[in-house]
């Protein structure tokens, strides 16, 4: 076969796999489902981080598919140049009672999610489906098999953290329920006006600020570096633990949870 036909083959060949990929991404974005549902709540959470709620209290089936904290989904609008990712920082019980999904959403320049931010009251946005498996909170039971269980979450990684912990999982029944939640400082670190029912649920807060001022008394510098300090690890077998935040932080526990000897099944993320 001569050269310029074994160029022409592979032109041919190449150019049928970009079309089928092409036509294959199509029909996967396709397949979503959009509903549009109106915003019910937009406020300031925090510096950069906004509460947002949404109404779906039409769309009984989508509220109730939001079954486990750490679940996620997209959302979409109108002039936006593709829809955004975000976890569902609401517990399943609040969609199944009221209808409402709440997201905690830090506002990126040039961004859907700056966008949604800008928003007001009423204004109608489109949600996917609900997706992921969120956290596989069967791993670490029952409590008295998995006594100490370690939180981690940065800046808005927090927002599946809070559906977690108002879920429920067990906490009080467990012997060390620790949250190491990291923010640059406290102007920029949401739900402090939950911390109090959140301790009283059985989980200790432990805020660490990377960039504090002079009155800070509390931990400093990065999540994982205060985590490496303290440790406590008892019973590294009886101890199970839930990430969810900036990669380097997820990386760096997971690496001294597991060099500690707890075992990598007990480790949780919902992505």
């Known amino acids: 076969m001569s050269i310029l036909r074994r160029l022409h083959l592979n032109l041919c ?44 209290s039409d769309a009984p089936d989508h509220a109730a598919s939001h079954t486990l904290a750490g679940q996620y989904l997209q959302l979409r609008l109108p002039d936006a140049l593709k829809p955004s990712f975000l976890a569902i920082a609401s517990p399943p019980k609040l969609a199944a009672a009221r209808g409402v999904f709440e997201f905690l959403v830090k506002s990126v320049a040039g961004s859907t999610a700056e966008a949604l931010c800008a928003l007001k009251r009423g204004d109608v946005v489109e949600l996917s489906q609900v997706m992921g498996n969120g956290f596989n909170i069967d791993r670490i039971h029952p409590p008295k098999n998995f006594g100490t269980v370690l939180v981690f979450a940065t800046g808005s990684g927090i927002s599946p953290i809070r559906s977690l912990i108002e879920s429920g999982f067990d906490a009080a029944k467990r012997s060390d329920v620790r949250l190491y939640y990291g923010a640059r400082n406290l102007q920029r670190m949401a739900y402090q006006d939950r911390f109090k029912d959140w301790e009283s649920s059985g989980v200790k ?17 990065y999540v994982q570096a205060a985590f490496s300090r303290e440790k406590q690890i008892s019973d590294p077998l009886a ?33």
């Open 239 to 271: 101890t199970g633990a839930v990430l969810c935040g900036q990669k380097q932080m997820t990386e760096e526990v997971t690496s001294i949870l597991v060099a500690a000897g707890v075992s990598a099944d007990k480790i949780l993320k919902n992505f």
């Open 13 to 56: 060949t190449t150019t049928r796999r970009r079309r089928l990929a092409t036509a294959s991404a199509a029909l996967r974005q396709d397949t979503t489902v959009w509903t549009p549902a109106p915003l019910s709540k937009v406020e300031h959470a925090a510096e950069s981080l906004f509460h947002i709620a949404i109404d779906v």
């Open 205 to 221: 807060i432990v805020p660490v600020l990377s960039q504090p001022d002079e009155s800070w008394t509390g931990e400093s510098g």
